[in-house]
């Protein structure tokens, strides 16, 4: 069973910036983040395999970077002019296909880490 573990999630103010980070406790050729907003669904934040083709929900292209170790089977999110929207759960995942969790979901799940955008 793979294990994910997120960090870096908190309180920033609008405009403002943090990182993202999970680490797997093995190697997956797909890692990348959703994200759940109270009473919404949960959605693509970004993904990234090991071809480094990146995949973006279209409410984070732009503002929204991620990245991957992959010697430290880690991977970032970078996230950049924060606004009140961008509050939610985001959750880290893994997946052993390159491209095929975008139709069916990923197959591993972290615990998730809050982000609160406030003022």
């Known amino acids: 069973q793979v294990q994910l573990v997120e960090s870096g999630g908190g309180l920033v103010q609008p405009g403002g910036s943090l990182r993202l980070s999970c680490a797997a406790s093995g190697r997956l050729p797909s890692m990348g983040w959703y994200r759940q907003a109270s009473g919404k669904e949960r959605e693509l934040v970004a993904g990234?395999?090991?071809?480094?083709?990146?995949n973006y929900g279209d409410s984070t292209k732009g503002r929204f970077t991620i990245s991957r170790d992959a010697a430290r089977n880690t991977v970032y999110l970078q996230v950049n002019s924060l606004k009140l929207e961008d509050t939610a759960v985001y959750y880290c995942?893994?997946?052993?296909?390159?491209?095929?969790?975008?139709?069916?979901?990923?197959?591993?799940w972290g615990q998730g880490t809050q982000v609160t955008v406030s003022s």
């Open positions: 995942f893994a997946d052993r296909s390159l491209l095929n969790w975008r139709q069916r979901g990923p197959e591993y």
């Open positions: 990234i395999n090991n071809l480094n083709t990146t």
